[in-house]
């Protein structure tokens, strides 16, 4: 069965870091797109971050320079490294898995989430 797994979570003060990882099973994981969401209550999730098969990177505005999305084809594994955190980054990561690299919509694997809280 496929399957996606967060972890890393956790809460931190603003100006920390954190880095989430998503463990993957059940797919080819390096044919795969991967990318992180965000979802804080009431809001639509965000895109955060993506990265495809090929190692090519984006990143929301909110988040570039302070986010680096990265992934282990040997590991089955999709990072997020996440520095100098705001409150504003508050929320429950997700981690997504697609065969077409298009962002806008709501397709592919996901996990179960992983909740991120900055605050002092």
């Known amino acids: 069965q496929v399957q996606l797994v967060e972890s890393g979570g956790g809460l931190v003060q603003p100006g920390g870091s954190l880095r989430l990882s998503c463990a993957a099973s059940?797919?080819?994981?390096?044919?795969?797109?991967m990318g992180w969401y965000r979802q804080t209550p009431g809001k639509q999730r965000e895109l955060v971050a993506t990265?495809?098969?090929?190692?090519?990177?984006n990143y929301a505005d909110s988040v570039k320079g302070r986010f680096t999305i990265s992934r282990d084809n040997a590991k089955n594994t999709v990072y997020l490294q996440m520095n100098s955190l705001k409150p504003e980054d508050t929320a429950v990561y997700y981690c997504n898995a697609r065969q077409v690299p298009i962002w806008g919509r709501e397709y592919g694997y996901w996990g179960q989430g992983t909740q991120v809280t900055v605050s002092s």
């Open positions: 990265i495809t098969n090929a190692g090519n990177t």
């Open positions: 059940g797919f080819l994981f390096s044919r795969n797109h």
